[in-house]
Each structure stands twice: as structure tokens, then as C-alpha cells.
């Protein structure tokens, strides 16, 4: 079984940060685009941030110039660094992994992804 391991959600204010790690096997490290995606109540899921295998970062237009990802090769974690939140931020944020590692496409639609994380919870107090 493929383990995705999500973690740093929790409670915050309106303008704090918060950031969330997602560690995955080496072989998925290495090889699948390994995406955050997040689902507010009442609401589709959304594709935010991606990071294909070459380390390019892909940020949907929703979160852009508030949210920024990266990696951690020694570790295998991806993480989502999210700044200024705000209540409509609030919402169980997933890890997932596709491949083929094609970002554009992770991001468009979550068809694709071929493993999930079990998510964790972001919530923004007003």
C-alpha cells in the first residue's frame, strides 16, 4: 500500500501562515508529480500546487503569490507554505501523487492521480 503522509493542518487566524508537509515513498519522490489539492465544504476539489520530479512548481491562480511549494529530497516531502489565510482557505487539504509526472494536467483535474493522502484539516478563524 502506498502511504501519502500529510501534516501540518490545524486552526489559524485570518493573515497567519501555516505550512503543510507531505512525505511519500522515494520511488513516488523520484517519479510522479506530487500535488496538494483542497475540498471546502460544499465544494469541488481543488488542484493548487504541484511539483514535478525536476523540482519546477506549478501554483494554481487562486493561491499565487499567497501560497508557494517546494521540496525536500533527504526527506521526500513536499511541502505547501500558505501565507495570509483567509476564511475561504478553510478546507481538508490532500496530498497526491500522479504519473505520468505532468503538472498542467494534475492541476486541471484530479482524474489522473493515481494515489491520495487522507488529508488534514485547514481552518481559518475570521
Known amino acids: 500500500e502506498v502511504e501519502l503522509v500529510e501534516s501540518g493542518g490545524g486552526l489559524v487566524q485570518v493573515g497567519e501562515s501555516l505550512r503543510l508537509d507531505c512525505t511519500v515513498p522515494e520511488y513516488i519522490f523520484g517519479d510522479y508529480a506530487i500535488a496538494w489539492f483542497r475540498q471546502a465544504p460544499g465544494k469541488e476539489r481543488e488542484g493548487i500546487s504541484c511539483?514535478?520530479?525536476?523540482?519546477?512548481?506549478y501554483l494554481a491562480d487562486s493561491v499565487k503569490g499567497r501560497f508557494t511549494t517546494s521540496s525536500d529530497s533527504p526527506r521526500n516531502t513536499v511541502w505547501l507554505q500558505m501565507r495570509r489565510l483567509m476564511p475561504e482557505d478553510t478546507a481538508v487539504y490532500f496530498c497526491?501523487?500522479?504519473?505520468?509526472?505532468?503538472?498542467?494536467?494534475?492541476?486541471?483535474?484530479?482524474?489522473?492521480?493515481?494515489?491520495w493522502g487522507k488529508g488534514t484539516q485547514v481552518t481559518v478563524s475570521p
Open positions: 511539483m514535478n520530479p525536476g523540482g519546477r512548481a
Open positions: 497526491a501523487a500522479q504519473y505520468p509526472a505532468r503538472c498542467w494536467d494534475v492541476l486541471a483535474s484530479d482524474a489522473g492521480v493515481n494515489y
